[in-house]
C-alpha cells in the first residue's frame, strides 16, 4: 500500500487528516503527518521526513503532499523526492488527501494522478442561484 506523508505549516496537515478520517469513516494506518514550525530546524525537519518515508514504505513507494509550493515544507518535501518511490505533490487539499487515500492500494504513479485530480476537482468557484 502506497505510504502518505503530510508536510505541512504547523497544524494543517493534522487537520486535514482529521477530517479525512472523518470522512473515510476510518484511521488509515499509510498516513503520517510532518507540522513544521516557523522556529523548527528544516535539516533537523528532513531527516525526520526521511524516517517517516522509511517507515510509510512498505516497497510499493510513498506520496508527500505539501501545502505551498516553495514554502519550507515544501522545500522539505522536494528534497524526499527519489522518482518512482517517493513523489511529491504541492498543493494538498482536503479532496487530494482523500482520493490519495482512497487509492493508496494502487500503483505510486496511480495515486500521484489520482490526487492531483482529486485536488483539481476539489475546487469550484461556486455561483449563488439568482432568485
Not at 41 to 50: F, G, M, S, T, V
Not at 71 to 76: A, F
Not at 89 to 118: C, E, F, H, W
Request: net charge negative; proline share 4%; glycine share 10%.
Amino acid at each position: 500500500m502506497v505510504g502518505v506523508l503530510i508536510v505541512s505549516h504547523g497544524e494543517l496537515g493534522k487537520c486535514l487528516a482529521d477530517c479525512a478520517r472523518h470522512v473515510l469513516g476510518r484511521v488509515p494506518d499509510n498516513l503520517a503527518i510532518l507540522g513544521v514550525e516557523k522556529h523548527d530546524n528544516p535539516e533537523l525537519r528532513l531527516q525526520e521526513a526521511e524516517a517517516m518515508v522509511h517507515q510509510l514504505d512498505d516497497g510499493s513507494g510513498v506520496l508527500v503532499l505539501s501545502d505551498m509550493l516553495g514554502g519550507t515544507p515544501s522545500n522539505i518535501a522536494c528534497r524526499l523526492i527519489r522518482r518512482g518511490q517517493v513523489e511529491v505533490v504541492a498543493g494538498v487539499n482536503l479532496p487530494m488527501l482523500v482520493r490519495a487515500l482512497s487509492y493508496s492500494a494502487q500503483t505510486l504513479d496511480v495515486v500521484v494522478s489520482k490526487a492531483i485530480t482529486g485536488g483539481l476537482e476539489g475546487v469550484y468557484y461556486v455561483i449563488p442561484e439568482e432568485k
